[in-house]
């Protein structure tokens, strides 16, 4: 018997460790422990989700909100329609200090100047880049598009003020990392 339970915990062990090493196709960021269809009941993100090395994450409601079925429909299947080439991410670049860097900050950490006094905090876009959800592309377009007005955030809405393909190309340029491009 006792040597039952233990081989059930083991057992135990070794498959919660394999879901965890599942559930991150991508190589997951650090702190990540779940990811779009991960329906556990934190969604495998606690309060304070995304807590990478180097702070500055704050707790973004966005993602438990959209892994828990929260996208829009007409957002649910959007696909990035631009070529993942380097005009593209060169397009995203400039996109991105035009409109993006005041509060991502150059390198995407969050730490722009018009980000001192946001709460929660801009997000880390750099950390996002390495996870499963910042390479969700109906999560990212939803976001960019949609802003932060229904959770109370400063992410502006751009669905207004800039086409479609300048949003994806920005997208596109946050999921390669922030790369150091020539004319940004
Ligand atoms: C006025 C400041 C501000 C500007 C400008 C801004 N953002 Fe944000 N952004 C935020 C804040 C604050 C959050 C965190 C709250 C939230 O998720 O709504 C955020 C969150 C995000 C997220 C969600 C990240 C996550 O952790 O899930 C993405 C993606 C994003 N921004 C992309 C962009 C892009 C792309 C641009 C430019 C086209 C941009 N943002 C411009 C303030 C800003």
């Known amino acids: 018997m006792r040597n039952y339970l233990l081989a059930a915990g083991v057992a135990g062990a070794l498959f919660g460790s394999a879901a965890f090493v599942l559930a991150q196709p991508m190589g997951g960021g650090p702190g990540w422990g779940g990811g779009p269809g991960m329906m556990g009941p934190r969604g495998g993100m606690g309060p304070g989700g995304g807590m990478g090395p180097g702070g500055g994450m704050g707790y973004s409601p966005r993602r438990p909100y959209a892994m828990h079925g929260g996208l829009p429909d007409a957002y649910a299947r959007a696909a990035n329609p631009l070529p993942r080439n380097r005009a593209t991410i060169e397009r995203g670049a400039r996109v991105y200090a035009a409109n993006c860097a005041s509060c991502h900050g ?61 949003i994806w190309s920005a997208i596109a340029y946050i999921q390669a990392q922030l790369p150091d491009v020539a004319n940004k």
């Open 106 to 166: 150059k390198t995407g950490r969050g730490d722009g100047e018009a980000a001192k006094d946001l709460n929660p905090p801009p997000a880390n876009l750099a950390w996002l880049a390495d996870t499963r959800v910042g390479q969700w592309d109906p999560y990212m377009f939803w976001t960019v598009s949609e802003g932060g007005a229904q959770f109370n955030t400063a992410m502006p809405a751009f669905k207004e003020t800039l086409p479609k393909e300048d």
